[in-house]
């Protein structure tokens, strides 16, 4: 891997995952991992090929991006979820541009950085209600982030 | 201006408003011509209400919003949509101390993702319904058209005219 890892319990997913050991260093790093190993990748022979991964990267940021802008800005807003493989048909994950959806997936990554940034630790702190998980911070979105990221890293490179 | 445009009722706003002849051609231009605008001779500089940056921060911050809305229209049936409060978010999310590059990276490229969604979606997305809690149920083209003239309108404040 190309940063150390650790395994974590993630407060979202409800189940242990591979966490980066430095969130934040992990999740301005992964648009150009991704963008290597999605170069390098073979069309998957079922599932998600490098195409719809791409496309679905770059929408979940829009989705966090959206979000963390709400949990900064609204007291404990109640998130509205998504269901990606509605997402994936209705959103012609097979048919979109790789190169667009890796262009947005960098720049809202690093916006959205930036603005984690300018709201500091009591930003982090900041709480959103989800309707299945109740009470989550912005810092459990976060690392689920990272950790998203990180499983689809895996995924790529058939780890 | 930098390309043509034409007058068009804007239900959201109820007002005749402009937006680009061409409206996904003229939308896909507007990040460099914005920020092309900001070395015009006379632009803005600052003085009342947002400078520059934050401008521009707000512009990709209501892209994300827009992306959102467009993904949601797309994949649910007729969904209510969020509100949000701009001069809030102006405030909180820190317009006067965001980056200007990283501002205007975020605004193209979500920019070009939409109009790609957009595109793909063709005639029957555009016509797809969603509803909002102060302006009711428009199809998606109501709102692209609004933030069409939205970007026309902070164009114009930038350059002054």
């Known amino acids: 891997m190309d940063f150390e890892t650790t395994t974590a319990r993630c407060e979202i997913c409800g189940r242990d995952v591979g966490r980066a050991a430095d969130v934040m260093a992990a999740l301005a790093s992964m648009p150009e991992l991704l963008e290597r190993a999605l170069a390098a990748a073979r069309p998957a022979p079922d599932g998600w090929g490098p195409r719809e991964v791409a496309a679905h990267l770059a929408d979940t940021e829009v989705f966090r991006g959206w979000r963390i802008r709400r949990i900064v800005a609204e007291e404990r807003p109640l998130i509205d979820g998504f269901d990606e493989e509605v997402w994936a048909i209705a959103l012609s994950y097979a048919e979109r541009n790789i190169a667009t959806s890796l262009a947005a997936f960098a720049a809202n990554r690093r916006a959205n950085l930036e603005l984690l940034r300018l709201a500091g630790d009591a930003g982090l702190r900041r709480e959103y209600r989800h309707e299945q998980l109740g009470l989550l911070t912005l810092d459990d979105l976060v690392r689920h982030t990272s950790d998203h990221d990180l499983a689809h890293l895996r995924q790529i490179r058939g780890e | ?161």
């Open chain 2, 1 to 161: 201006m930098d390309f043509p445009t034409k007058t068009n009722h804007c239900p959201i706003c109820d007002a005749d408003v402009e937006i680009p002849a061409d409206l996904f051609a003229g939308m896909g231009q507007m990040p460099r011509v914005i920020a092309r605008a900001f070395k015009e001779p006379h632009a803005m500089g600052g003085g009342e209400g947002w400078t520059p940056p934050e401008i521009v921060a707000h512009l990709a911050d209501i892209e994300v919003g827009l992306g959102w809305r467009i993904r949601q229209t797309l994949a649910e049936d007729e969904p209510v949509l969020r509100v949000f409060n701009q001069e809030r978010w102006a405030d909180v999310l820190a317009y006067s101390e965001r980056d200007l590059a990283t501002s205007l990276a975020a605004y193209g490229a979500n920019r070009q993702l939409n109009l790609e969604i957009l595109r793909r979606a063709g005639e029957a997305g555009i016509r797809r319904i969603y509803s909002h809690p102060e302006f009711g149920r428009h199809p998606l083209r109501v709102l692209v058209e609004h933030i069409a003239d939205h970007d026309l309108a902070h164009l114009h404040q930038i350059r002054g005219a």
